[in-house]
């Protein structure tokens, strides 16, 4: 979290001005969302919340025909044996400039956020707009982000599934509970979003699965099929290849988010140094290609631990060196492997590869730079020899 913020919340609430307080606690609960932290901008929401009022509550939409605030919150469908709310209901803050896209991506959600916005003109004319949209991909690629962001320009509340309330052990009951959820957003303008997808859409081919499962998949497509155009649909999945065949055909758009490519690194990586790093004269080329591989999540952890490092250990914001990149980097990537395993000499070889010098390998490491080199050297070839 920045301190920044968390000193602006700390001064409001001594200062006892309710409404500074809650502006503080807003933009607190935004970065947590624009970071990717959906689950800590929504408890920081609901613990103040528990006890106040709803914050940015659902009244507070743009959309003319949102008439449920509070009371909505309280009707909150819950499950029958375990008494857990099926979802929570927030508004998102995050916008599509948030979020590292490929171009073809954001151009995709642009069109869906415009046929949104004009959903009443297409509507009058029998053309229902784009509202059924499956992200797919690994984890950490901007999934749940993507979301959040078509219903922050869109202006919508998000009703967020929770799994440990809707998957019950009880015969029948799971069926029941994705019932009681389209029932709670078929009359409102909001988003249903749906992640782990697959843990209720799974294959009704699948032998090891029980019937019970079954049963669950064919009440979620009668759902589906009963939605009306007002809920806009997202649901997101690690495992696309695991879904029914026949939930496919249920979505309008489905869309793959993949691992970050150059562009999109070098847009996370420059917003993450403006808005904690500010100041520090860090090279994010550097950067750019020590992070080649990974997902978004994993980059902005990466860049998290960077700016602990310069923090903690004072380091000068003119002169961050290679050095620092590199021990942050080294100590990310291997945090439970041992120094003398396989794994810990292809990663010290990867940046080496990556044009890191043996000899700020030998400063951070304690290796002699002629052992480095000897073990790269008997790194197995991709023929199998070494």
């Not at 044996?81 to 948030?98: A, C, G, H, I, R």
């Not at 079954?214 to 690690?238: C, E, G, I, Y």
């Not at 590199?326 to 990663?347: C, D, M, P, Q, R």
């Not at 010098?357 to 490491?365: A, G, H, V």
Request: hydrophobic share 40%; net charge neutral; proline share 4%.
């Amino acid at each position: 979290m920045k301190a920044g913020l968390i000193v602006k919340l700390i001064e409001a609430h001594s200062s006892g001005n309710e409404s500074i307080f809650e502006k503080a606690l807003l933009d607190l609960s935004s970065d947590e969302e624009r970071k990717g932290n959906s689950s800590i901008a929504l408890s920081l929401k609901k613990a103040y919340s528990s006890d106040k009022k709803p914050l940015a509550s659902l009244s507070d939409s743009p959309i003319s025909n949102m008439s449920y605030s509070a009371q909505g919150i309280a009707s909150i469908p819950k499950d029958k044996d375990s008494t857990l709310e099926l979802v929570d209901v927030m508004q998102s803050t995050v916008k599509l400039s948030d979020v590292a896209l490929n171009e073809k991506t954001f151009e995709v959600l642009n069109q869906i956020i415009d046929e949104q916005k004009k959903a009443a003109d297409l509507l009058r004319k029998g053309i229902t707009p784009t509202n059924r949209v499956l992200f797919c991909g690994p984890p950490g690629c901007g999934k749940t982000l993507a979301a959040n962001a078509l219903a922050g320009e869109l202006g919508i509340p998000v009703a967020y599934v929770k799994l440990d309330g809707l998957i019950s052990s009880y015969l029948g009951q799971t069926g029941t509970n994705i019932r009681k959820i389209f029932e709670f957003v078929k009359n409102k303008r909001i988003m249903l979003f749906l992640d782990e997808f697959d843990a209720i859409a799974k294959k009704r081919d699948d032998s090891h699965e029980l019937g019970e499962l079954k049963r669950v998949v064919t009440t979620l497509l009668q759902n589906l099929d009963a939605m009306p155009a007002s809920v806009f649909l997202v649901a997101a999945t690690n495992h696309h290849h695991l879904l029914d065949p026949a939930i496919w055909r249920r979505f309008d758009v489905s869309i793959l988010m993949e691992l970050p490519n150059q562009q999109q690194r070098v847009m996370i990586i420059s917003k993450f140094l403006k808005e904690c790093l500010e100041g520090y004269s860090i090279d994010a080329n550097v950067i750019t290609v020590l992070t080649d591989g990974m997902s978004g999540a994993q980059i902005c952890s990466f860049m998290q631990s960077l700016a602990k490092h310069c923090v903690m250990n004072e380091v000068d914001p003119d002169n961050v060196l290679m050095e620092d990149i590199a021990n942050v980097w080294l100590k990310h990537t291997t945090l439970f492997v041992s120094e003398n395993s396989e794994g810990y000499i292809k990663a010290l070889s990867e940046l080496s590869k990556n044009g890191v010098p043996m000899r700020t390998l030998e400063k951070i490491t304690g290796i002699p730079k002629s052992t480095l080199s000897y073990r790269f050297n008997k790194e197995v070839k991709p023929d199998g020899r070494e």
